[in-house]
C-alpha cells in the first residue's frame, strides 16, 4: 500500500511517500480502508521527536481517521466489513497517512451519515480536545460565562459550539481573519487579540478560562485574575502548566486528549442532529502530506485539512 512514513525524527523533509506493508488486524482489531486522515498540530511534533510521544520508526502519523471496515481481527462483533466509522488512534501506532490502517476496534464509532466520509475525518481528537477540556477538567455547566482564548483554530471552533450549546455565555478571541466563523459558531462576543488587550476587553470575570493560543507564561499567568475565585484555567499548553490562584483556589489543568469512543460518538450525534458543524478548509491528496507539514512549521497553516488516499 501507499503509505507517508519517517524513517528517523526531523523536519518535514523526513516524509517520504512510499510502498508500505498492508498492516494485518489483530484481535480487537480492525483494518480500515481509509477514506481519509486529518492533520494535527502534535502531528509534526511525533515526527520532530519534540514531542514525548515514543512512535516506533518507521511511522505513519495521522492518528485521525475516517474510513471503511475491510477487516476483521478475532472477537471483533460491534462492526462488520463495509461499515463507516472514525476514530482517535493510539498515537504511538501508525497512523492513517496510508491506504490502509489497523485501529482497535474500542476506539472507533460510526461516522456521522449527515456530512462526507471524508470530512468526518476532521472530527475526532479535536472535538474530544473540547469536549474534555470544557466539560471533564473544566466542569463547564449552563449559565457560567466562559473565555475561550484562540477561539480561532479547530479546537476552539468546537469549544465555541459546545460550550454555547451547554448554555453558557461564551467570550472568545480571534483575529479579524476568523471573526466571522467564531461568532457564528456561538460566541456572544469575539475580541480581536491582535487589536486589545485581553485584560481590558473582557467585561467581568469568566468562570472558566479555556486556553488554546501559544501565549508565553507571562501573558498566559496575567489572564488568571479574569477567572473569578474558585474558577478553573484549563490549557492544551502542554509544553508548560496552566496558571492558577492558590490564595483563590483558582485551579489551573492541562489537558491531555484521551481516546474515548463514548464520547465521540455523542459528538457524532450532535454533527447528525445539526447541533455541531464540521469545517474543512482544503482536501488534499496523500502524496502532498510533507508539504503540509513544512507549511504548517513555517507557520502558514490555516484551518483544518484532511488528508486523502489517491
Sequence with gaps: MNAIRFHEHGGPEVLRYEEAPQPVPGAGEVRLRVAASAFNAADGGIRAGSLPIPASLPHIPGYDVAGTV??????????????????????????????????????????????????????????????????????????????????????????????AHAGAHVIATASPRSAASVAAAGAEQVIDHTASRLADAVDGQVDVLLNLAPLDPEEFAALVPLVRSGGVVVSTTAWMPAPGDDERDVRGIVVFVRSDAAQLARLVERVDAGELRVEVARRIPLAELPALHAEAADGGLRGKVVVVPE
Design 70 to 163: 475491510d477487516a476483521l481481527g478475532d472477537g471483533v462483533t460491534a462492526f462488520a466489513v463495509g461499515d463507516a466509522v472514525i476514530g482517535f488512534l493510539p498515537m504511538t501506532a501508525d497512523g492513517a497517512a496510508a491506504e490502509f490502517v489497523v485501529a482497535p476496534a474500542d476506539a472507533l464509532v460510526a461516522a456521522p451519515t449527515s456530512l462526507p466520509l471524508v470530512d468526518a475525518a476532521a472530527l475526532p481528537s479535536v472535538a474530544l480536545t473540547a469536549w474534555q477540556a470544557l466539560f471533564d477538567d473544566a466542569g463547564l455547566r449552563e449559565g457560567q460565562r466562559v473565555l475561550v482564548v484562540g477561539a480561532g483554530g479547530a479546537v476552539g471552533g468546537y469549544a465555541v459550539q459546545l460550550a
